[in-house]
């Protein structure tokens, strides 16, 4: 792929170096192009489940690719072995790029990596991506602020390093704001009820997109009250994504992303969450 000659192009990459690259939600358009321009001089690619097999696929033919995608309770390589697989790359002088869906500062453990890294004496440059909750609440047509219902808008997770669901409530049930939760649908029931528990009205309205931004993307909206039951009713499964606030009523009158109703199944591909509705990566 051809891309666009810019003005004061910063320098491709260096070996020894990490780049830390978002992929973006799933669709590849979304890549920046300076995270395609990385992935076309790399020498070693290490991706994640959720990055789009179009993205891995950017890299030269002569380029590793390792593969290190988590899903539920199903981890090719514990984090520690992810990050000390970086160091050995970049020791080794390869020009390395680090694939992460979303963005790799917004749970993506980029941090973490980072600081493996630094400590290794190894420079790393961070490339943002466009995070699951921009990305896909885009597609969904749910805008994540709105004059009218939302002044402000807080992502969190739904899965702490424990397993726990540990969060400040009290914050997350605040009125007039979006509420963004990341890797929350296994615990869809307890998350809507201490909402609803520490003072967000049960009608407050709420849905759930799974695979946003691909070809495989749903969208099931309720309320506090009923979305854990809608969202066993549709089979929705992971990876998806949480979104509560007056915003989600919008849908489905700003819904303008026509997914295929029929994904067409292509060869396998490590990594590849495109039409596979069996992963349980969230």
């Given at each position: 792929m051809?891309?666009?000659?810019l003005?004061n192009?910063?320098?491709?990459?260096a070996?020894?170096?990490?780049?830390?690259?978002?992929a973006?939600?799933?669709?590849p358009?979304?890549l920046?192009l300076?995270?395609?321009?990385?992935?076309?001089?790399?020498?070693?690619?290490?991706?994640d489940?959720?990055?789009s097999?179009?993205?891995v696929?950017l890299?030269?033919?002569?380029?590793e690719?390792?593969?290190?995608?988590?899903?539920?309770?199903?981890?090719t390589l514990?984090q520690?072995?992810i990050?000390?697989?970086l160091v050995?790359?970049?020791?080794?002088?390869?020009r390395v790029?680090?694939l992460?869906?979303?963005d790799?500062?917004?749970?993506g453990?980029?941090g973490?990596?980072?600081?493996v890294?630094?400590?290794?004496?190894?420079?790393?440059?961070?490339?943002?991506?466009?995070t699951?909750?921009?990305?896909i609440?885009?597609y969904?047509?749910?805008p994540?602020?709105?004059?009218d219902?939302?002044?402000?808008v807080v992502?969190?997770?739904?899965f702490l390093?424990?397993?726990?669901?540990d969060?400040?409530?009290?914050?997350l049930?605040?009125?007039g704001?979006t509420?963004?939760?990341?890797?929350g649908i296994?615990r869809?029931p307890d998350?809507?009820r201490e909402?609803?528990?520490?003072g967000?009205?049960?009608d407050?309205p709420?849905g759930?997109?799974e695979?946003?931004?691909?070809?495989?993307?749903?969208?099931?909206?309720g309320?506090?009250?009923?979305?854990?039951q809608?969202?066993a009713d549709?089979?929705?499964?992971?990876?998806?994504l949480?979104i509560?606030?007056?915003?989600?009523?919008?849908?489905p009158?700003l819904a303008?992303?026509?997914?295929d109703?029929?994904p067409?199944a292509h060869p396998?591909h490590?990594?590849c969450?495109v039409?596979?509705?069996g992963?349980d990566?969230?």
């Amino acid at each position: 792929m051809s891309l666009p000659d810019l003005p004061n192009p910063r320098p491709g990459p260096a070996p020894g170096h990490v780049y830390l690259v978002g992929a973006g939600p799933g669709d590849p358009e979304l890549l920046t192009l300076r995270g395609a321009r990385l992935v076309a001089g790399a020498d070693a690619i290490v991706y994640d489940n959720l990055v789009s097999p179009a993205i891995v696929d950017l890299a030269p033919a002569s380029a590793e690719r390792h593969y290190v995608g988590k899903k539920a309770a199903d981890h090719t390589l514990p984090q520690d072995d992810i990050n000390q697989l970086l160091v050995r790359l970049a020791q080794a002088g390869k020009r390395v790029v680090r694939l992460k869906g979303g963005d790799p500062f917004i749970f993506g453990r980029g941090g973490e990596e980072m600081e493996v890294l630094v400590a290794a004496g190894i420079t790393v440059e961070v490339v943002p991506g466009v995070t699951a909750a921009a990305g896909i609440a885009a597609y969904a047509g749910i805008p994540l602020t709105h004059r009218d219902h939302a002044r402000s808008v807080v992502f969190t997770t739904g899965f702490l390093k424990d397993g726990a669901l540990d969060l400040d409530w009290p914050m997350l049930a605040r009125r007039g704001q979006t509420l963004v939760i990341y890797m929350g649908i296994s615990r869809l029931p307890d998350i809507c009820r201490e909402l609803v528990a520490h003072g967000l009205p049960a009608d407050t309205p709420a849905g759930v997109v799974e695979r946003g931004t691909t070809p495989a993307q749903r969208v099931a909206v309720g309320t506090l009250a009923n979305l854990p039951q809608v969202v066993a009713d549709e089979g929705i499964r992971p990876p998806a994504l949480t979104i509560v606030g007056d915003v989600v009523g919008l849908y489905p009158r700003l819904a303008w992303f026509a997914p295929d109703s029929a994904p067409v199944a292509h060869p396998p591909h490590a990594g590849c969450t495109v039409v596979h509705r069996g992963d349980d990566q969230e």
